[in-house]
């Protein structure tokens, strides 16, 4: 069976609803080279660090984690 996996781009970004592929936590684990905006419940303070320093943010639905 394929993986589903929907990217958007808006604006020169790929936008990326981890949500909605059944996703609940990013983890800042691995490099990020390409502004992504990306809507996700939980993250930690790493992973967003990460995608806002490759020009991309965070849609936060909850809150930043620690780690």
Same mark, same amino acid.
């Given at each position: ?5 929907? %990217? !958007? !781009?808006?604006?020169? !970004?790929?936008? /990326? ?12 684990? @691995?490099? /990020?080279?390409?502004?992504? %905006?990306? #809507? ?9 660090? !990460? /995608? #806002?320093?490759?020009? @991309? $943010?965070?849609?936060?639905?909850? $809150?930043?984690? @620690?780690?």
């Amino acid at each position: 069976m394929a993986e589903k996996f929907a %990217v !958007k !781009k808006e604006e020169g !970004k790929s936008f /990326i609803d981890l949500e909605s592929l059944g996703y609940t936590k990013l983890l800042g684990t @691995g490099k /990020i080279s390409k502004a992504l %905006v990306v #809507k996700v419940p939980a993250f930690s303070k790493s992973a967003a660090e !990460k /995608i #806002k320093d490759a020009g @991309g $943010q965070v849609l936060e639905e909850k $809150q930043e984690t @620690g780690a």
